[in-house]
């Protein structure tokens, strides 16, 4: 009898306590192997959910994995809210102009190139390559903000850094929706203005919402509330927002960034962002062993020569984007040819979007599409903090340090 005969003899309540201790714990035990290997921890959890998953020793019920839908949302909220705090006035002020012609460049140029490359590759349908462009755009902060604080490096090239990975995932956002209202609108068979406008329509009433909510709980956690309290009602806000955007079926990625971002520009409380930082950990955990079951084993091989131009086109069209319009800008020799190797990591916004657009395609090119940003997401996340340290070293940004040992210590944490 398997680990699923067994879970199906028990009651509801029984089976998602088990399945959760059987995902947390494979997690635990998977990311003590990859740790060895200076893997980092998205690399194990994605692992771990591939071998507890259908496709290998089949432990979780099918029906359990598919309710765990709802992990996606949560999970990315989380990450959005701590990437708002990188949104500071003063900082935005000083470099804004310069920094959003960077951004929309790196994003866009590795976007456009993997969907025409992919296109006339491979010829794919409009709407696949369209769906794996829109995602390539993607940046995964997570790798790169460890290795600064890590090896705590400073200077321009950090501060701009910092910058382009927080509105990078903005550009991501507002051009998912857009693709994703013309996906939808052609699967209806009757695609007009309305569908492309409604998702945007949402879009800024959620950044409204997000800016209300920055607002609120700014006057909630007065000074004598407890830490306790604090870290309550900011989890409960986060959870409310993420409701509101699924009932009406768009990313809650772009309203948590705003809230984060006005929160942390009304109070300066760097103390909240750090207490849900370490309540997120097994709730990142549980996302990504989620996706790693979610991945379609006997699609690998599909994805083969697909996948591989995929995680070498992307590098190439950030790494293209991000030179040339530091040459337009006139930024610095150091920044316009290193930034570009600090914005290869893909792990968490990603693989949420992939989700979004696997319920938009027909089912086989959903699963395709997912199968490739999951297992190019693993190899992003080993590759990326070792490109982000090695352009930290050379940009100057860290002293008394060999380039050529740029792995070790580079485990990511998981956001």
């Not at 462009?133 to 910092?162: H, R």
């Not at 699609?299 to 083969?304: A, F, I, P, R, T």
Request: charged content about 15%; proline content about 3%.
């Amino acid at each position: 009898m398997n680990m699923v005969e067994i879970l199906s003899r028990l009651n509801d309540e029984t089976r998602v306590l088990l399945t959760l201790s059987i995902i947390l714990f494979s997690g635990f035990i998977m990311t003590r192997m990859t740790n060895t290997l200076n893997m980092p921890k998205v690399s194990g959890y994605i692992l771990a959910g591939i071998l507890i998953g259908p496709g290998c020793l089949n432990f979780i019920p099918i029906d359990m994995i598919e309710g765990m839908s709802f992990v996606s949302d949560l999970a990315l909220s989380f990450i959005a809210f701590g990437v708002g705090k990188f949104f500071k006035k003063e900082v935005l002020m000083r470099t804004g102009r310069r920094i959003i012609i960077i951004t929309v460049s790196e994003a866009l140029a590795a976007g456009i190139l993997v969907t025409f490359s992919l296109k006339y590759m491979f010829h794919l349908d409009w709407d696949f390559a369209l769906m794996l462009g829109v995602i390539a755009t993607a940046t995964a902060p997570a790798s790169t903000m460890m290795t600064i604080n890590q090896y705590k490096a400073k200077g321009e090239f950090v501060d701009t850094l910092l910058q382009i990975v927080a509105l990078d995932d903005v550009v991501c956002l507002l051009s998912f929706s857009i693709v994703s209202a013309v996906v939808s609108g052609k699967a209806a068979g009757n695609l007009s203005a309305n569908d492309i406008l409604m998702p945007v329509f949402y879009n800024i009433l959620v950044i409204g919402l997000g800016i209300f909510c920055g607002y609120f709980l700014s006057r909630l956690l007065v000074p004598a509330r407890s830490r306790d309290n604090r870290l309550i009602l900011a989890i409960a806000i986060l959870l409310g927002l993420s409701g509101i955007c699924a009932a009406v079926n768009i990313s809650p990625l772009l309203s948590c960034m705003v809230f984060g971002a006005f929160y942390i520009n009304l109070t300066e409380d760097k103390k909240l962002f750090r207490q849900i930082n370490g309540f997120t950990p097994p709730v990142m955990s549980v996302f990504f062993i989620v996706s790693g079951m979610n991945l379609d084993i006997k699609s690998l091989s599909q994805v083969g020569a697909i996948g591989a131009c995929y995680f070498v086109i992307r590098i190439i069209g950030k790494y293209m984007g991000t030179y040339i319009s530091c040459l337009v800008t006139k930024t610095s020799k150091e920044i316009r040819k290193f930034m570009g190797f600090a914005l290869v990591p893909q792990a968490g916004v990603a693989i949420g979007l992939a989700f979004l657009a696997q319920r938009m395609l027909p089912a086989t090119s959903g699963n395709l599409l997912l199968t490739i940003v999951l297992s190019s997401s693993v190899l992003y996340e080993m590759v990326g903090p070792v490109s982000a340290k090695a352009a930290l070293f050379l940009s100057g940004s860290i002293s008394g340090q060999d380039p050529g040992k740029v792995s070790g210590g580079n485990k990511a944490v998981v956001r």
